[in-house]
């Protein structure tokens, strides 16, 4: 089993930065992939980015060129830089762990991007 604890969301106003941070129990490099995803009122909760054990990262669209995942294996953390927040990236972004055929999620956390 993989716990996952998120932390860094809050309130920003438009084009403003946060850091997210997921910390997991098993040593990160043991975990084949890892990602944040978003789930915005009224919608289905879509991938926001992810980064497989070999480094190779995958943004949606929507964020490319603003956000920033990777592997913190020393801290068992995977950070999500956000740069040049918009509205339209408010919701609750969970982290998200896959491993031996099994999928595990945080609690997540809220992000809030003001006009």
């Known amino acids: 089993q993989v716990q996952l604890v998120e932390s860094g969301g809050g309130l920003v106003q438009a084009g403003g930065s946060l850091r997210l941070s997921c910390a997991a129990s098993?040593?990160?490099?043991?975990?084949?992939?890892m990602g944040w995803y978003r789930q915005a009122p009224g919608k289905q909760r879509e991938l926001v980015a992810a980064?497989?054990?070999?480094?190779?990262?995958e943004y949606a669209y929507s964020v490319k060129g603003r956000f920033t995942i990777s592997r913190d294996n020393a801290k068992n953390t995977v950070p999500l830089q956000m740069n040049g927040l918009k509205p339209e990236d408010t919701g609750v972004y969970y982290c998200?762990?896959?491993?031996?055929?099994?999928?595990?999620w945080g609690q997540g956390t809220q992000v809030t991007v003001s006009s």
């Open positions: 998200n762990a896959r491993l031996d055929g099994f999928e595990y």
């Open positions: 098993l040593r990160t490099f043991m975990i084949e992939d």
């Open positions: 980064v497989t054990s070999a480094g190779i990262r």
